[in-house]
């Protein structure tokens, strides 16, 4: 049975994308398109690009994640992406989105006119960064007439590319908001603040969506990759949970 899979934004909690792709395929499902914001995006360009669940799980956990990111005199974000896109351009050596080897739709804002755009075509490396780019902690990427921001600014759960296909249309939302008694440092309130501030325009798309997938991770920090492993097992398992009905 074919899918299209929309892949939300959530940080390090995005790793549970990649256990959802993975029990999706043991379970015999082709993933025929993807759309996705911030992580959900990078893991789509990645599956897109041929890696493995198995070798896209590897990468996140080898991976040396500050070390990509150039720290900056504020002007318009803390943190540059300049390492990041010489990282991502070793990893996954192609020019332009459409020549991946599965349709992707990448989601970001342009701040300037202030609405979300759906690129399927175009120069990869700096419209995926664009997408990830959080307002506030990265600088906001330059691409043509645009000045691109995280995608999940105005659409966190971006099915609206994928409407018109009449594939089974599956959503994965791994942004779930838990009540906290404390919050630690300033990244920590910037990313909350904006996860909390996307939650909105998340709940609104899911109608968009045949099924949903929430991933039972509440519990991790959006900033901790090094439960890696547990945030994709849970995809996982919560994808074999809610996909089984869809079986033979």
Not at 14 to 21: L, S
Not at 30 to 59: H, R
Not at 84 to 108: M, N, P, Q, T
């Amino acid at each position: 049975m074919r899918v299209n899979l929309i892949l939300s934004g959530g940080a390090a909690r995005g790793i549970a994308h990649i256990g959802v792709i993975k029990a999706l395929e043991e379970m015999g499902f082709s993933i025929k398109a993807l759309s996705g914001s911030s992580a959900g995006a990078i893991v789509a360009v990645f599956y897109a690009y041929g890696y493995t669940p198995e070798e896209m799980l590897e990468l996140v956990k080898k991976t040396r994640w500050l070390s990509l990111f150039t720290p900056r005199i504020p002007r318009k974000g803390l943190l540059s992406f300049g390492r990041a896109e010489r990282y991502l351009e070793k990893l996954v050596d192609v020019g332009r989105i459409e020549d991946l080897k599965r349709k992707v739709f990448i989601c970001a804002t342009d701040i300037l006119s202030a609405r979300p755009l759906y690129f399927d075509r175009g120069d990869l490396a700096p419209i995926l960064l664009g997408s990830c780019a959080l307002p506030g902690i990265f600088e906001p990427v330059r691409y043509g007439q645009f000045l691109l921001i995280d995608g999940g600014v105005m659409n966190n759960l971006p099915a609206e590319p994928l409407r018109r296909y009449r594939t089974l249309k599956v959503g994965v939302d791994v942004n779930p908001i838990e009540r906290v008694e404390r919050v630690g440092s300033v990244m920590h309130v910037l990313i909350r603040s904006f996860f909390l501030a996307v939650r909105s325009n998340v709940d609104s798309r899911k109608d968009m969506c045949d099924v949903v997938i929430v991933p039972d991770i509440v519990e991790f920090s959006p900033l901790d990759v090094r439960r890696a492993d547990d945030l994709y097992r849970l995809g996982y398992e919560k994808t074999i949970k809610v996909m089984k009905r869809y079986t033979f």
